[in-house]
């Protein structure tokens, strides 16, 4: 990705079940290919941070601490998730659940003009984003991508289902 941003892609929640899962494909798919893609892992603890980089590259057999840099952000702390997506081409967020931890990411992301994709399967939060950030995020060219993980399979499953067996005209809908 061109960007005058420091990273191409940080990998918020690296220290979690699905973030440590995302840190170990990233790492493995950057090392295969030559891609000159700048990334970094991002969560409240440097030490587990640097656990994670340490297990995939033993996994992957790269060493990821030469390429990936650790960002120390918390949700809590808003600052900290500013900086974080200042620097930040998109962040990809594993911090859940969203419906508590999503929105003060997604508004960093906004704010600093960081593109945003987590794994939400969780309709009221992705409900709320939308209603709360889309016009602003519009206007500076933002992408809010959600439900790109596992937890939305179903859902997308049973819209497929009723696309194809609905007997009229399918388009959008309202709820």
């Known amino acids: ?29 950057t090392s295969e290919e030559e891609r000159g893609l700048t990334w970094a892992v ?27 840099d650790v960002l120390v952000a918390d949700v809590e702390k808003e600052e900290t998730l500013n900086d974080m997506a200042a620097q930040a081409q998109l962040v990809l967020n594993c911090v859940g659940p969203y419906r508590f931890f999503g929105e003060p990411v997604v508004k960093a992301c906004v704010k ?7 794994i939400s399967g969780e309709p009221q939060y ?34 497929l289902y009723t696309v194809k067996n609905f007997p009229g005209k399918t388009g959008t809908t309202d709820n």
């Open 1 to 29: 990705m061109a960007t005058s941003k420091k990273y191409d892609v940080v990998v918020f929640g690296a220290s979690g079940f699905t973030g440590q899962y995302v840190v170990e494909e990233l790492g493995r798919v």
């Open 42 to 68: 991002a969560g409240r603890s440097e030490d587990k941070l640097n656990k994670v980089l340490e297990k995939a590259s033993a996994t992957i057999g790269v060493d990821l601490k030469d390429v990936v």
């Open 112 to 118: 600093n003009k960081a593109h945003h994709i987590d």
């Open 126 to 159: 992705l409900e709320s984003m939308q209603f709360k950030y889309d016009e602003e995020a519009k206007k500076k060219g933002v992408y809010i991508v959600q439900c790109c993980g596992f937890d939305s399979v179903p859902a997308d499953l049973g819209v």
